[in-house]
């Protein structure tokens, strides 16, 4: 087992937008953020992200040979243009998430990149917290918890993430660690940019509606964004966890719209899940603190922060980098696997007790 000092860890994440890879160096104890190192993006190409496409909703069996190649060496060309790293966490990509069900799973061969890189790879994170009766989903939260403290936050604040699917935790910073019962409450808020995505590149070709150019020009029709609040999800008590297209009937909800009133109201729908969402927190957070693609797309974040009590900044407000927090928390939740620390605990994905993640592989 890793001893408690800090090292130099490399994480990298393929979201469930499917556009790239994203790598980043942490220096940590998986405790506390020591140092942020380089990060960096490497894109999949139109026909790498076709063969990930094809086969999103796949469980492990025959047929996934040709994703798993474009995984395999997308990440090994990521990872290999970083030095120094002591330990690898690889998130992998998800194809598939029905935690009650089938389980999740992310695509990746942990053991073949930890030989091609000579570095220890810790990855397969989700699986052992589902196996105990939780989420799988999402784990950044204990990298958050260390995120508001690295800040030196003093009181409740929130983290949201938006990415294909969004997810939001509250941290308590004055407590000692992100296990303790009341530190954190994490979960899915719902679709963010996705179905978003799905609706531009079914209208327009496009995408994504970048920087919301054309849902500022549209109307949030209110009766469809109605219908969509009343999904059960938003009823059910945290924690709780999404597949990336669990929300696709959305695009029904705005089929007889026009391009821009369907982009505003899918935007208004990202929004309004997160509003719901924060009606679920112990108590109202100070701010809230917003990572992931989302957070680029300014339709968006003035309908959060209409739509809120609390200041909404993107994370660079603090310091931190939005575009690699992800990434980082893997790099960081790799060090905790590895030195036998739990990566998520009952608040977080509704796991039985505070469990580690991930399988380690040496080369
Ligand atoms: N300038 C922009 N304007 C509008 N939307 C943007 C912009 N930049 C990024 N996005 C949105 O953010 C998405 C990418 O977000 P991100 O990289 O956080 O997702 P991800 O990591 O793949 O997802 P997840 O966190 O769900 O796994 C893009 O697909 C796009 O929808
Ligand atoms: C099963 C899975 O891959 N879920 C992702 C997805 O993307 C956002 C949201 O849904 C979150 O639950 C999770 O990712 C982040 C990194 C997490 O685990 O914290």
């Keep these: 087992m890793l001893g408690s000092g800090a090292i130099w860890a490399l994480g990298a994440m393929s979201g469930t937008s499917l556009d790239g890879v994203d790598t980043a ?19 999949y190409s139109e026909a790498e992200r076709a063969e990930l496409r094809a086969v999103l909703g796949r469980w492990p069996g025959p047929g996934l040979e040709a994703a798993l190649e474009v995984i395999q060496s997308a990440h090994i060309e990521a990872l290999s243009g970083h030095e120094g790293a002591e330990l690898m966490g690889f998130h992998g990509q998800t194809l598939a998430h029905d935690p009650h069900g089938r389980g999740t799973h992310q695509l990746g061969d942990g053991d073949a990149l930890a030989q091609a890189l000579g570095v220890p790879v810790v990855w397969d994170f989700r699986s052992n917290d589902v196996r105990l009766g939780g989420e799988g989903a999402p784990l950044a939260p204990f990298y958050h918890f260390a995120c508001a403290k690295w800040i030196g936050a003093d009181a409740p604040l929130a983290f949201l993430n938006l990415g294909g699917v969004g997810n939001l935790t509250w941290v308590d910073p004055r407590h000692a ?3 303790e019962p009341g530190a954190l ?10 179905p978003l995505n799905d609706l531009m590149a079914e209208r327009r070709g496009l995408d994504c509606d970048r920087d919301g150019a054309l849902a500022a020009t549209g109307q949030v029709v209110d009766g469809a964004l109605e219908l969509f609040l009343d999904e059960g999800y938003f009823l059910k008590m945290p924690p709780k966890s999404l597949d990336r297209d669990d929300f696709s009937l959305m695009l029904d909800l705005v089929r007889e719209l026009d391009d821009a009133d369907a982009a505003a109201t899918m935007t208004a729908m990202a929004a309004a899940a997160v509003m719901r969402g924060i009606e679920h927190c112990p108590s109202p957070p100070a701010r809230l603190l917003v990572t992931g693609g989302g957070r680029h797309n300014p339709v968006m974040m003035a309908m959060l922060a209409a739509g809120l009590d609390c200041p909404v900044e993107p994370v660079e407000a603090v310091g931190l980098d939005g575009d690699m927090l992800e990434a980082q928390a893997f790099a960081f939740l790799a060090v905790r696997a590895a030195r036998g620390l739990p990566t998520s605990c009952p608040s977080t994905t509704g796991v039985r ?11």
Excluded: C, H, K
């Design 353 to 363: 007790a505070a469990v580690g993640g991930g399988q380690i592989s040496r080369p």
């Design 177 to 179: 660690a992100p296990e």
């Design 25 to 43: 160096m942490l220096r940590t104890d998986g405790e506390t953020i020591a140092d942020f190192g380089p990060s960096d993006y490497r894109p």
């Design 185 to 194: 409450l994490a979960f899915d808020t719902g679709p963010a940019n996705a």
